[in-house]
């Protein structure tokens, strides 16, 4: 397991830097590793079956946002916390989508939460979870133009 943890960092620091683009990618991995957490606390049958398909699309995303991000640090190399300069500014804007469908993706962990207390209603996992596509709609949007 410490292996296979050593040689993914090692292909995460290869890919996606240590800047800007690899902490993006981060939070966003973090989001849906808590969004999980949470979901596996559900004890309602009906309510954890009513949120495993939104799960499954996020985590259909997390391909997706890492190939933008090792896009984004292949063209635009980041080693620190800045984001690098670009023609219109495009860069700062898909970094921008990205971070928000990262704290996005942990908002919709907090509603999973209430879920779980049964505090919440679904739809509101469900409405986050819409916001996380968006910004990743719109990173890639950005990306492509």
């Given at each position: 397991m410490l292996f296979a943890a050593a040689r993914q960092g090692r292909?995460?620091?290869?890919?996606l830097g240590n800047g800007v683009w690899r902490r993006a990618h981060d939070r966003f991995r973090?989001?849906?590793?808590?969004?999980?957490?949470?979901?596996?606390g559900i004890?309602?049958?009906d309510n954890y079956a009513a949120v495993v398909p939104t799960a499954n699309a996020l985590a259909d995303l997390l391909p997706r946002v890492r190939a933008l991000c090792a896009a984004a640090q292949s063209r635009a190399p980041s080693?620190?916390?800045?984001?690098p300069a670009s023609a219109g500014g495009y860069?700062?804007?898909?970094?921008?989508?990205l971070t928000r469908a990262g704290n996005a993706l942990a908002t919709a962990a907090e509603a999973v939460a209430l879920v779980r207390l049964n505090a919440g209603p679904i739809a509101a996992v469900e409405r986050r979870a819409y916001?996380?596509?968006?910004?990743v709609d719109e990173a890639a949007r950005l990306w492509d133009d």
């Open positions: 292909k995460d620091d290869a890919e973090r989001g849906l590793d808590r969004f999980h957490q949470m979901l596996e004890e309602d049958p080693a620190n916390m800045n984001i860069l700062n804007d898909v970094h921008r989508e916001a996380v596509h968006r910004h």
